[in-house]
């Protein structure tokens, strides 16, 4: 009986292995901003066999990277395979805040994302080349970067999510290299309430854009969340909107990205 176990558990862990997503580590080059800059490239294990799929791009946070995800974050890589879709995880700069800085020429990370990464993408791997197969979330800087992106690129995404995202940057002018990226508050006030998420919503209609924004309770964010949350109420902006108790760090977001790659599949399902 114990040799029947054990054969058992070992197919049982060959099927688990046989079925685990494919991770590639890739290296674009942005013509904008003349240098190489790597991403990491999740796939389903049927990726060779199947259609052309739906991608999530997944953004990490301020003092980030790359590899954020695929180090720090549990198995959701799984989610690929789960819902049969694809997951990138770029590379967004230390602190680009994913804008074309207009302080800094050099930091053009919407260009790159919105444009040049998404045109690589399509590219080269097998994927949905139209809104509908695409969506963008992150967390902290890179909550701001989805939404961010989504918003004044709605043609390239379809929907958008943030985690514990800096959905008001405003509040703070000394953090986190922004006024490298803006100039400061003091000297530049027009650049920070323009590419302040939160003041960007006349730049949706309801059910345009698929949204869904989560934020931990005691995270230092929490109270621009619910601002925004409120404003989108205000609006008529349909969007999901998930709180519960939770700090600003990886195991809320190990958790919270589940639910954010859920809702990504559910939007790739609708007809």
């Not at 967004?92 to 050099?106: I, K, L, T, V």
Request: proline share 4%; glycine share 8%.
């Amino acid at each position: 009986m114990k040799k029947a176990v054990l054969c058992l558990s070992f197919l049982i862990s060959c099927s688990l292995l046989a079925q685990a997503a494919i991770v590639d580590t890739v290296e674009t080059y942005s013509n904008a901003m003349k240098k190489s800059i790597k991403a990491v490239v999740v796939r389903p294990d049927n990726y060779n066999t199947a259609s052309a799929m739906p991608v999530v791009y997944l953004l990490h946070g301020y003092s980030g990277n790359y590899a954020d995800w695929i180090t720090k974050a549990n198995d959701f890589k799984s989610a690929a395979d789960r819902y049969q879709m694809m997951i990138v995880c770029p590379d967004g700069g230390f602190g680009s805040w994913y804008w074309d800085s207009p302080a800094d020429n050099q930091w053009k990370y919407e260009t790159y994302l919105s444009g040049e990464l998404v045109r690589w993408i399509d590219s080269k791997y097998k994927t949905i080349k139209d809104r509908k197969g695409r969506a963008i979330t992150g967390l902290s800087m890179g909550g701001h970067g989805a939404l961010y992106l989504a918003m004044r690129h709605q043609d390239i995404f379809g929907a958008a999510g943030s985690m514990s995202g800096g959905v008001d940057i405003r509040p703070y002018p000394n953090n986190w290299d922004m006024a490298k990226r803006l100039g400061t508050y003091a000297e530049q006030p027009e650049r920070w309430e323009r590419n302040t998420v939160i003041n960007m919503l006349h730049l949706l209609t309801p059910n345009a854009l698929a949204l869904m924004i989560d934020c931990g309770t005691e995270d230092f964010f929490f109270k621009v969340n619910e601002k925004l949350h409120e404003e989108l109420l205000y609006r008529g902006i349909q969007h999901d909107y998930v709180t519960r108790p939770g700090a600003h760090n990886w195991p809320y977001w190990n958790n919270a990205v589940k639910y954010q790659l859920l809702f990504m599949s559910e939007f790739f399902s609708r007809k």
